[in-house]
């Protein structure tokens, strides 16, 4: 699979968001200068299948919420489209939300701060 799109990058803000960025594609698959207008990115869990969400627009990000991110296996792609409404293959990330598994630091400080005479 040819992926065009350089560089796809995913952050973790929340439980429920994920912000997706990429480099702008100012090529065509031939190395010649392309004017892309938009950028078609989609969403799928990565178990069933299943699209999440879709977005298209000509930003170079998508900050995009959704409550079923909060753990499991999403697959992400982008194409970039041009002024023609060719689109170039997917650029594919394939993120893994784990569930948090890590229990919290111990309390410090214990102390008793008054005891009752009765
Ligand atoms: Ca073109």
């Known amino acids: 699979m040819l992926n065009i799109i350089a560089v796809l990058m995913l ?11 990429w480099d702008p594609v100012r090529v065509d698959i031939n190395g010649d200068p ?6 078609e990115t989609k969403i799928y869990n990565n178990t069933t299948g299943e699209l999440v969400s879709s977005n298209t627009d000509s930003s170079t990000e998508w900050s995009v919420t959704s409550n ?51």
């Open 34 to 39: 392309e004017v892309v207008v938009a950028y």
């Open 68 to 118: 079923s991110f909060a753990a499991g296996e999403w697959k992400i792609e982008v194409r970039a489209i041009d002024a023609s409404g060719n689109k170039s293959d997917p650029a594919v990330l394939v993120y893994i939300n784990a569930a948090d598994l890590v229990p919290p630091a111990v309390p410090e400080s214990l102390k008793v701060l008054k005891k009752s005479d009765t």
């Open 11 to 21: 952050s973790f803000l929340a439980d429920t968001t994920l912000l997706i960025s």
